[in-house]
């Protein structure tokens, strides 16, 4: 008999369609994958430069489990800069990756049956991290007048006395939306209000288009400071998601269990790759210009193009790498003698059809929704988009 628990976490739906495209191409069919989750640029030179040195000085032992101090600085520089906060580096918890950091999180914060509230469309780990630290998701779906965020009432609505935490994560994957300041100082408001944790997935901050502003939840007040837990990370800003490196800032409390958890799970993250964060941090930003530049082209394009498809739904959306699309109109029409029941069949059929790998959103708590990445070269885009639009020519 194995873990129950293990045995209720659902495999990543995401990973699973990125590989079975890949799979296609090794297998040389011609597959545009919108399914990427990472950015499709080549890590700035100046970062591998750090870590090659890192490497030639011999930096190459364990360091301290929570990640060493002068990273630790440069992060506390960052989001005193770029967000408005302070901390101190004993505050500051290096991880392998952001989504190590949230696991970290909710091993920390959660006791048996804590439930925590889960804005949908959500990204998929969410929920199953959350039952790997033996807490309850409790997933609340925004009504569709209100551009894909929940609303007050609903989170009220949604609050038990067995309530630990909510999570934020602006902007969205997948959804691309951002909260505004005065919806997070609602949901802010709520939040002390209840007494609960905040978990602050910031990881797409840098990725924010047109003359939209990035606001962290924890810069609006001493209160919600202090409940706080702001997760970001290099992976995404950077191109950097091999890398592994990603962090929290919180109350020293929860700092303190989240480096103990870690230091008998992971020990340290990896000693180059936190050189290499330290360059990404404190070197020249021009490469995530370029970077956003290319995104926000890609963006544009890919908008305006899906807005004039029939059957589709989107909205503009406002960060991250995703647009996320309404598939419900061709729900119980069909393609070539195949009838589209649900996002996961349209998804199917896309790839075995057309040749295009889109994520089906039913893990996101969405299943009227597919997920294209434009984290894929411009060439790529178009292709992908005219097979796109060719499949919705045949249905009927
Ligand atoms: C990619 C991603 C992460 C995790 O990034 P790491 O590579 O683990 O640092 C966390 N949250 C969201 C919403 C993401 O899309």
């Known amino acids: ?38 950015p499709d640029f080549d890590t700035p030179d100046h970062i591998k430069e750090a870590a090659i040195k890192a490497i030639e000085e011999g930096f190459t032992k364990y360091t301290p489990a929570s990640g060493v101090l002068q990273l630790k600085e440069a992060i506390c520089r960052k989001l005193e800069e770029d967000n408005g906060l302070h901390y101190e580096s004993d505050q500051i918890v290096i991880s392998n990756g952001a ?15 804590e439930e925590v509230i889960i804005p949908a469309p959500y990204w998929i780990s969410y929920s199953e991290m959350v039952k790997m630290a033996d ?87 001493q209160d919600i400071y202090e409940r706080t837990i702001v997760v970001n990370g290099v992976s995404k800003s ?20 989240m480096g103990n958890i870690q230091s008998h799970a992971t020990s340290n993250p990896n000693s180059i790759a936190q ?18 530049e290319a995104f926000n082209e890609r963006r544009i394009y890919m908008y305006n193009r899906i807005k004039a498809m029939p059957y589709l739904e989107l909205l503009e959306p406002k960060g991250a ?21 649900s996002a996961a069949d349209l998804a199917r059929l896309l790839l075995e059809q057309v040749q295009v790998a889109v994520v089906p959103c039913e893990d996101f708590a969405y299943e009227t929704h597919i997920r294209l990445s434009y984290a894929i070269s411009m060439e790529n885009i178009r292709k ?11 249905i009927e």
């Open 1 to 38: 008999m194995l873990s129950n628990k293990g045995s209720q976490i659902r495999p990543s739906s995401t990973l699973a369609i990125d590989a079975k495209a890949k799979q296609m191409q090794v297998d040389g069919i011609d597959v545009v994958g919108f399914g990427a989750g990472e």
């Open 99 to 113: 989504k190590h950091s949230l696991m970290n999180v909710f091993q920390a914060i959660l006791n048996p049956g």
């Open 135 to 221: 807490g309850i998701p409790v997933i609340v779906k925004p009504h569709k007048e209100n551009n894909l965020k929940v609303v007050l009432e609903q989170l009220e609505a949604a609050v038990t006395p067995r309530t630990k935490a909510i999570i934020i994560n602006s902007p969205s994957n997948p959804s691309g939306m951002l909260y505004h300041r005065e919806e997070l100082q609602e949901i802010a408001e709520f939040a002390v209000r209840h007494n609960l944790f905040v978990v602050s997935d910031e990881i797409y901050e840098k990725l924010i288009y047109g003359d939209e502003e990035h606001v962290s939840i924890a810069s609006l007040g």
């Open 238 to 257: 950077y191109s950097m998601t091999g890398w592994r490196i990603g962090y929290t800032a919180s109350s020293r409390e929860v700092a303190k269990l």
């Open 275 to 292: 050189r290499a964060a330290i360059a990404a941090l404190t070197g020249p930003q021009e490469p995530l210009k370029v970077m956003k």
């Open 321 to 341: 790498f995703y647009v996320f699309v309404d598939v419900s109109a061709l729900f119980g029409k069909s393609c070539r003698g195949e009838t589209i029941r």
């Open 384 to 394: 992908g988009l005219d097979r796109l639009e060719a499949f919705l020519k045949e």
